[in-house]
Structures are given as C-alpha cells and as structure tokens.
C-alpha cells in the first residue's frame, strides 16, 4: 500500500480495503494492518527527520521503497505497542525479501539506532533541529507533529483568524494524528437514529452534535444493513451538522419548497438534505460534474421517495445561476477544497497538496458561490461549506464574492446550528461557523450561511 501510494499517488483508503479482503485478514488483524498502515503514512514527516538522524544522510539519498520500509519500522518502534526485537526482524526480512541483502542490513542499522531512544527524546531532538533558536514554535511542531510547515503555518492562521488562541496549534495537529471514529447518520424518515443504533450490536452510542449522529467504536459499517441499503451512510458528524443547520436557516418570503446541492458527489449531504425535504414536502436537486461521481450520489439518495428527488443531474454548477436565476429557496455549495480539514481521514493528503492547489480551486470556489448566489430566490439562503479551514478557501472567498454583491448578506449561522446542536457547543464571535476537530472531535469544516435581499431591499454592508 505504501508503495501503490507514493508511486501511483493512489489513495490509502482505496487501496487498504481491498488489499486486507484480498489477503483474508480481518478483525484485530485488519485493525492492526490499517494502524500499521495509515500510521505510518500520517507520521511520516516525524519518522523522515527521525530516520534523517539515524542515517546520517538526506533523505534523497535514501532509495524510496527502503525509506518506505524505514518508516514502517519508526512507525512500529514509536508510535505502536510492537516489541523492538519484532518491530527490527521483521521489517529487515521484509527488506531482504523485497529491496536486497544490502539493504537488509541497513534498514537494521537504522531501526536500532531509531529504537535507542524514546519517542519523546525523538520529538525533542527533532523540535531542535527544526528550531535550533527556540524561537520558531510553529516549525518546530510541523516536524513533531508531522505536517508540512505551510499547512501548519496555514492552521495557525486559520485558527487566529477565527478568533482562537495560536497556543491551541499543537492540539489541533495532534488531532490530526488521531485516527477518527466512523460516524454514522440516521437519514430522518428512513431510520430512527436509535434503531440504528440497535443495528450497530453494540458497536454504536449516539453522537454529540446532531440528533442524527451515531458513533461507531469499531467494526465495519459495509456490514450494518441500514447502511447497506442507504437509509443510514458514514458521514463526520460536523457534515451532518452543516448540512442540517441549512434546513433550519430563516428564510425571508414564504415559499421552502425547491433545495438545491450544487456539488453533490458522492452525495452524503444530498441524502440527508433530501431526507430532511421530504419531511418537509420540499424536493431536491442534486448537481454534480463528474459522471461517476453522479453514480455515488444516485446509490446515496436511492432510499429516499421518488417524488422527493425532482432530479439528479451531470452538469456544471458554475452555470446552474444563469441557466435558473432566483429558483431555489435553500442551496449548498459544499465546494470542492483542499481537504485540509479532514487530515485525520486520509492520510496521506497532506503530504500531496500544495499551496499552488489553492489558487486554482479559489476560483473555482468563488464562481460556484456566486453561481449558487444567483440561483437561489430573493430571500432565499445558500450555505458556503468547505471541509478545510484555511482563510484562502473560507473566509477570502466570501469576502470577495460579496464585494460585488450588494444583493446578499451573511446571516448569523450559530442560531442555526445552536437549534440543531443544543447550546453547549462552542463556537467563536463571528456569525460563521469552523467546527475543529481538537474543539468539537469533528473534520475541520466551515460554514457560511448566505442570504440574498428581498427584491426593492438593500443590505447593510456584510461582514
Ligand atoms: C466537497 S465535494 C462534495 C461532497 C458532497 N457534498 C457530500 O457530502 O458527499 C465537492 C464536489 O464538487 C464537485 N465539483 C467540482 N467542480 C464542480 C463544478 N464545476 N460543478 C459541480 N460540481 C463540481 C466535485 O466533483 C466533488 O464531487
């Protein structure tokens, strides 16, 4: 899988499933292997400037497959309960079998030299090495922590920029490093949340922030028969938040009838919004560019009534405002991003984005919003949402987008998502919302709620 991952950039949790199914290997043993794996892949920035000292060369100088074999190691001697012995003879009998004799004897070298101490003198003498003056506290905890300096440095701001303290940086990277539970949604009117529950044999409790929420401590949930027949999906808990907060958002004028999701693939919002509608006698549209994407969102939606779906269609949403001005009462642009904010759950992911991804999806971010902001009705209200709180793909987008927009205001998302999350869950000062994963135990996601004027009305200035 490491291999498949750094020389195909395939996607670990694409990859892992199939290969355990393939292998036969399940229960603990599937636990250990995905430890084994998505470990090894989130910690490698740490392991790499450990292994960097143990081999006393760079990295380049080190042959990828062997490397790969290096931090499998690390990740067994320092972040997993293997005993040392175990972590080294395997791991050089893996290298023998796979990169060479030589190379068997280097990876053991290494690995003794990586299991000479502990992992906290490793973090120390890391931290020093990135910020040999003491001075540089966020470089020192991109390598500790194991992201990129300019995802931590990006986190830091995004987390001032919402009004938090710089100090919270560490926690928020440690959740990153954590592996998250599975949560499960209840999609109202196909399944009662505490059925699912029952359906879960013990595995489930329910969650924190929506009524929906099932949490999983452990086992598959491909097994669980409401999830197998699409009246209950995976989904973070912080998804089903936003999504849910959008039904309740006030809208100005009477009619609550037609919703819109304008990038709905692979569909786990577009199900519970369609579920909610049909509660409400509202029908949904659900809009997604990419065909195969569209297939996932037909299987996600394919309990709900027929009649309640008006239309699940291929096509891009950067036209749907031209092509059906003012037609919709609620719409979500859940805008393709970065996925910074969901770290946790692919692991791989920060090691593969850039900065120069920004750029591009910044502009496709703003012309999906303003497209939505032209689709929906006067009085009617589009939630702006991104699994990633950096302020590039948030807060910046917003604040261009309504410079030419005087037709549109931010309302306060908090009274929204308070009516779906009880009073009790923090959010900051500002009217949208960054749920984080070390605050709330959910992916980093953002939400703005939108809301276009009245015709013959103006807005005030907006944030
Ligand atoms: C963050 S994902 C949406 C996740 C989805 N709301 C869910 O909960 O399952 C963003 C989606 O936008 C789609 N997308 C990208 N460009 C688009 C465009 N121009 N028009 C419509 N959808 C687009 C991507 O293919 C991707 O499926």
Redesign the pocket.
Do not use: I, M, W, Y
């Given at each position: 899988m490491l291999r498949d991952v750094d020389e195909s950039d395939s996607y670990a949790n694409l990859v892992l499933p199939p290969l355990l199914r393939d292998r036969g290997i399940s229960g603990r043993d599937a636990a250990f292997a995905t430890e084994l794996a998505y470990g090894t892949l989130r910690l490698r920035g740490r392991y790499d400037a450990i292994i960097e000292i143990c081999a006393a060369r760079t990295l380049d100088k080190i042959e990828a497959p062997v490397l790969d074999l290096l931090r499998l190691g690390a990740h067994q001697l320092l972040g997993m309960r293997v005993p040392a012995h175990a972590a080294v003879s395997e791991t050089v009998g893996l290298a023998r079998e796979r990169t060479g004799v030589g190379s068997g004897q280097f990876v053991n070298a290494v690995l003794r030299s990586v299991g000479r101490e502990s992992l906290e003198t490793w973090l120390e003498r890391i931290g020093e090495v990135a910020d040999p003056a003491g001075t540089d506290v966020v470089a020192r905890l991109a390598v500790t922590e194991s992201h990129p300096a300019w995802v931590a440095r990006a986190m830091r701001e995004a987390l001032v920029g919402n009004g938090r303290s710089a100090e919270e940086l560490g926690d928020l990277l440690r959740a990153d490093n954590l592996a998250p539970q599975v949560t499960l949604v209840a999609r109202p009117g196909l399944i009662r949340t505490g059925d699912l529950v029952e359906e879960t044999r013990g595995a489930g409790t329910r969650g924190h922030w929506t009524p929906t929420a099932v949490v999983l401590s452990g086992g598959d949930p491909g097994v669980i028969p409401a999830v197998r027949d699409c009246r209950a999906g995976v989904q973070d808990e912080a998804?089903q938040l936003v999504a849910l907060a959008l039904t309740v958002a006030p809208l100005l004028g009477e009619s609550d009838s037609r919703w819109l999701?304008?990038?709905?693939?692979?569909?786990?919002?577009?199900a519970l919004l369609g579920a909610v509608a049909h509660e409400r006698g509202a029908r949904l549209v659900a809009?997604?560019?990419?065909p195969h994407?569209v297939r996932l969102v037909e299987h996600a939606l394919a309990a709900l009534p027929r009649d309640t779906i008006e239309e699940i269609r291929t096509g891009?949403?950067?036209i749907v405002g031209q092509d059906e001005p003012g037609s919709y009462d609620r719409v979500l642009v859940?805008?393709?991003?970065t996925g910074l904010g969901a770290l946790r759950r692919r692991p791989e992911a920060r090691w593969r984005r850039t900065p120069s991804d920004l750029a591009q999806l910044g502009t496709?971010q703003r012309e999906?919003l303003t497209s939505a902001l032209t689709a929906v009705r006067p009085g009617g209200v589009v939630a702006y949402v991104t699994?990633s709180p950096h302020l590039a793909e948030t807060q910046l987008v917003i604040k261009d987008v309504l410079r030419k927009r005087a037709d549109v205001e931010v309302i306060d998302a908090r009274p929204a998502v308070r009516r779906i999350a009880g009073q009790n869950i923090p959010l900051g000062d500002r009217p949208d919302i960054q749920l984080w994963p070390h605050v709330h135990g959910t992916d980093a996601m953002h939400l703005t709620l939108l809301r276009r004027a009245l015709e013959g009305t103006a807005v005030d200035e907006a944030v």
């Open positions: 998804s999701d304008l990038c709905a693939g692979p569909g786990g919002k577009a809009n997604e560019v990419t994407r891009d949403g950067r859940d805008a393709p991003c496709l999906l699994c």
